[in-house]
């Protein structure tokens, strides 16, 4: 071979070589990992213990995207701290787009309520889709004499403290919207906080407490065997599951409208690509029919479909209803 043949073969086999190196940064570049996404089974971590609705609502969205997006979705229930140990794993995770948060109002809550959270729901974690909201329910038992909210808080007026109410616990999203009402109407109900739903609605059904505050799918099926009375719900429209029962806001007192809201959030930095895709794919799943059925039934009907943004500007309105109810209450979680 002739030394020109040479240095022209060394030349295209070097040209040859930089092509093969650029492709390759190329595919590992994030846009090229976002456009291959996903390449693996996809992950949704809630802080609610399995059967409650939070986790049924996340196990019916994931049956529905997990064939459109060609991986399995798998929900990972990791309760406990007031679902701080969910929300720090997500938020200590890699942001590819594999490990997303199903949360609710206790995002920002916990932020505010417990000395080390581990995380910042601000810094730490970016939203990607609401998936509902509902009201919370204000009921009574049905020996009281209180047939409407105004009864209870002409009651209340009358002989401040001396009521008693019960909720899920300290800082969750009903306990905000009971306590925001009170706030509202400048009056002053005992809280009794309970560990869990389930348990203050029993003690409301027994008689043992006179009012109760929780969601409709805890209380549906005593409201209709007439073993709780509903008041009002902290809505701003009446509920499609209790279309009877009038929102505080009619009541007179519209700055007591408070939701109770579910969502997906993601870890900072995940690529927007990603963000898009998931967030296409959990709105195609909240338009079908059979899935706004159950979560109608459940009480938490699907969210208007709506940006990313839009979950943004949800995120930052209940960030500062959350923070002005804490400083009011003084609330601290141990």
């Known amino acids: 071979m002739q030394p020109s043949d040479m240095r022209r073969r060394c030349a295209l086999t070097a040209r040859v070589l930089c092509l093969c190196a650029g492709l390759a940064a190329a595919a590992a570049s994030p846009f090229a990992q976002a456009q291959a996404y996903p390449a693996k089974p996809v992950r949704i971590v809630t802080g609610y213990a399995a059967g409650g609705g939070a986790d049924i609502i ?3 969205l994931a049956e529905q995207i997990g064939p459109k997006l060609g991986q399995s979705v798998i929900v990972e229930n990791r309760t406990g701290a007031g679902t701080n140990i969910a929300s720090q794993f997500v938020a200590r995770a890699a942001p590819d787009g594999y490990t997303l948060l199903f949360t609710s109002n206790n995002h920002n809550l916990n932020a505010m309520i417990y000395a080390n959270p581990g995380y ?21 038992h049905p020996g009281t004499p209180f047939r409407s909210l105004r009864d209870v808080i002409d009651a209340a007026r009358a002989r401040p403290r001396a009521l008693s109410y019960g909720s899920s616990g300290v800082g969750t999203p009903v306990h905000m919207a009971m306590e925001l009402l009170l ?6 109900i005992a809280h009794v906080p309970y560990k869990g739903a389930g348990q203050s609605v029993i003690d409301a059904v027994g008689g043992h407490i006179p009012l109760v505050i929780g969601s409709i799918a805890a209380m549906k099926q005593h409201i209709d065997a007439d073993k ?26 519209p700055d007591a409208v408070h939701l109770i809201w579910l ?3 993601a870890p900072t930095g995940t690529p927007p690509e990603i963000v898009a895709r998931l967030h296409r794919e959990f709105t195609a799943a909240l338009q079908l029919p059979g899935v706004r059925e159950r979560l109608d039934k459940i009480g938490l009907p699907a969210a208007e479909a709506g940006s990313t943004r839009d979950f943004e500007a949800l995120l930052k309105a209940d960030f500062a209803t959350s923070r002005k109810l804490v400083n009011h209450l003084k609330l601290k979680a141990e």
């Open 120 to 140: 910042d729901p601000v810094r730490d974690l970016i939203p990607v889709i609401q998936i509902s909201e509902g009201p919370s329910l204000l009921a009574a």
């Open 183 to 188: 706030l509202s109407a400048g009056i002053e």
């Open 58 to 60: 996340a196990r019916l």
């Open 263 to 265: 969502g997906i959030v």
């Open 228 to 253: 709780l009375r509903p008041l009002a719900v902290s809505t701003s429209r009446r509920s499609s599951s209790l279309p009877e029962v009038p929102t505080m806001a009619e009541a007179g007192y």
